[in-house]
């Protein structure tokens, strides 16, 4: 019923930028949240940054000051733009909506895509 979509995700040198970009569908009636969380080889999938639909943020501290979180709530689509990549930030970046009601689900359900690989050489 609800889908979500990554795309962006490529290589890039360590310094450098690259945009991800998530788009959600279906017959969507809200969203609480949506944001981007990461999961490199071998470790746990961690929180990279959130955004409410009101506009709150919260980034870990690992991105601050680096990456940008924005949402298009109309469209319910979400970015993170990311600045200074480092070769740690080598992962893959999975979207996440959270407290989605659909026509036929009223209750908040969580929804992942299947993520986008960023890769970042030194």
């Known amino acids: 019923q609800v889908q979500l979509v990554e795309s962006g995700g490529g290589l890039v040198q360590a310094g450098g930028s690259l945009r991800v970009s998530c788009a959600a569908s279906g017959s969507i009636l809200s969203v609480n949240a949506m944001g981007w969380y990461r999961q490199a080889p071998g470790k746990q999938r961690e929180l990279v940054a959130v955004i409410t639909t009101g506009g709150s943020t919260h980034y870990a501290d690992s991105v601050k000051g680096r990456f940008t979180i924005g949402r298009d709530n109309a469209k319910n689509t979400v970015y993170l733009q990311m600045t200074s990549l480092k070769p740690e930030d080598t992962a893959v970046y999975y979207c996440?909506?959270?407290?989605?009601?659909?026509?036929?689900?009223?209750?908040?359900?969580?929804?992942w895509g299947k993520g986008t690989l960023v890769t970042v050489s030194s």
């Open positions: 996440n909506a959270a407290g989605v009601r659909t026509t036929s689900r009223l209750n908040g359900m969580d929804y």
